[in-house]
């Protein structure tokens, strides 16, 4: 893809495909999305918020650290039993959600429109575990500052994540590692390295693999267990794509018949 049909891409709205962008065309699109600079944003409104009502350093680091503590902690959690659990699309008002949050990202996972979470999800999310641990460690300073640091996490997340699917191998070896274990989640087995920029978690709670060697492929590495059958029964994220779960990407070839 060139750069300037992804500088039209910006301008009309259509998706990147990060398969075919390289490294440049990537800080041009993440700079310029609109979920970023909404991010940017309310990460100078929380600052500025933790400025004007100042918990004082001390309880205003303890705040930055934990939430540095607990961010990779929560999102594990949510991303393996939430994002990667069934309830959600069995029921006819949250299977549009659970499709939007998660489903289309690995249905495709190189689409930047939907690796990002919609803010409407994420923000109260962010909001809701990262306020109180502020609040309680230095009142409004401090939850201030909490929910801005969980915002500043996740621009880091979503620019690693985005990494992870890029048309580009890193320079940095431990970020060739990271983008390694990353793609293993996508392309052998959905049910392990849950992480983006570290899998220390993963080693906690005996999700983590280095190689396809380690287990076996996974036959709903695409669809997280919506498949036909699946459909059939909870039809709704089915009615909202309009087309059948896929069990490949598009352009994807069945295993045997690649040239």
């Not at 992804?6 to 490294?23: H, I, P």
């Not at 793609?183 to 993963?202: A, K």
């Not at 590495?221 to 994220?237: E, H, I, M, S, T």
């Amino acid at each position: 893809m060139s750069g300037t049909l992804n500088n039209a891409s910006l301008k009309t709205g259509r998706s990147f495909d990060l398969g075919k962008m390289n490294l440049q065309q990537l800080w041009v699109a993440y700079l310029t999305y609109p979920t970023i600079l909404l991010y940017f944003a309310l990460i100078i409104v929380s600052f500025g918020i933790a400025a004007r009502y100042f918990a004082g350093w001390g309880p205003t680091l303890v705040a930055v650290v934990a939430v540095m503590a607990v961010y990779p902690l929560a999102w594990y959690l949510l991303h393996r039993y939430v994002l990667h659990g069934h309830l959600l699309y069995k029921n006819r008002w949250t299977a549009s959600l659970w499709k939007r949050i998660h489903f289309d990202h690995h249905q495709d996972p190189h689409l930047l429109d939907v690796l990002f979470g919609a803010p409407v999800t994420t923000l109260p999310t962010i909001i809701a575990i990262t306020g109180p641990i502020g609040y309680l460690i230095g009142g409004v300073g401090a939850a201030a500052t909490a929910i801005g640091t969980g915002i500043t996490i996740t621009c880091i997340y979503e620019f690693f994540h985005c990494i992870q699917h890029l048309n580009y191998k890193p320079r940095a070896g431990w970020i060739q590692r990271m983008k390694a274990r990353h793609v293993l989640h996508h392309f052998h087995d959905e049910d392990g390295n849950f992480g983006i920029t570290s899998f220390v978690i993963d080693r906690m709670f005996g999700s983590y693999y280095v190689d396809a060697k380690a287990r076996p492929r996974s036959p709903t590495v695409f669809n997280l267990g919506y498949d036909l059958q699946q459909a059939a029964l909870y039809p709704w994220v089915m009615r909202c794509t309009g087309a059948p779960p896929r069990d490949r990407p598009d352009g994807a070839r069945p295993e045997g018949k690649r040239a």
